[in-house]
């Protein structure tokens, strides 16, 4: 009997302390500080950097809708894409050129995304095509993290043809991906990886500043 009361006694002790100490608390509130969902990515995205680098927004021709925005609302993870055809100035229309920047961000609501951050990026060092590898390297002052992914070619080109950059704010992730092919014969010459990252990052800054604020961009300040 005192054995049994002693464990009625221990057990409404521990279950005090726990309380107390906040041994039961529940899941932790995604820290998204002002992000919120927008239908509409692509009216945050500042395009002036990418202008600067010489590179320009095609028309949107018919049922094609250029930059095209799309996303989902979902109490678990929201999603947003913003995809953009591209144009290279001063290119010719004997040029053969394919240019676009795709940008996707993610709210979550329910899982911490900073563990795994990282290593989603990373991963991409171990993969190799017949021709290229790709290069992995943090990118300070952006966000509480961000890392930019690089393809080089094996002979050690960098031509700034493929890149990724991704960054995280609290719960908050957003991810640019950079596309860019200009014809050996063309008279352009395309930026290199370096440069799309210091353009990739200053519209990444610029447009998490805008969207936290809830502030579009005019399409004449965006361009």
């Known amino acids: 009997m005192w054995a049994l009361g002693g464990a009625v006694v221990a057990s409404a002790v521990w279950a005090g302390v726990t309380f107390a100490t906040g041994g ?52 678990a993870l929201d999603t947003m894409q913003c995809n953009t055809d591209l144009e290279a100035e001063n290119t010719s229309s004997s040029d053969y050129a394919s240019t676009w920047l795709s940008t996707s961000a993610l709210l979550h609501r329910e899982t911490d995304p900073e563990p795994e951050f990282e290593a989603q990026y990373r991963a991409y060092e171990n993969q190799r095509g017949t021709t290229y590898t790709y290069k992995v390297a943090p990118v300070p002052n952006l966000g509480d993290e961000a890392y930019v992914v690089t393809q080089v070619e094996k002979d050690g080109e960098d031509d700034g043809s493929y890149v990724i950059l991704g960054v995280r704010d609290g719960w908050m992730t957003y991810q640019l991906s950079w596309s860019n092919y200009i014809s050996s014969s063309s008279s352009v010459t395309p930026p290199d990886s370096k440069k799309v990252t210091e353009m990739l990052s200053e519209s990444a800054k610029s447009t998490m500043e805008h969207w936290q604020k809830q502030e579009p961009l005019p399409q004449d300040e965006s361009e």
């Open 24 to 75: 039961f608390e529940g899941d932790p509130e995604p820290e998204l500080g002002s992000y919120a969902y927008t239908g509409n990515l692509c009216g945050y995205t500042d395009y002036a950097p990418i202008k600067k680098a010489g590179f320009s927004k095609e028309e949107s021709t018919g049922e094609k809708k250029n930059p095209l925005a799309s996303g989902t609302e979902h109490e």
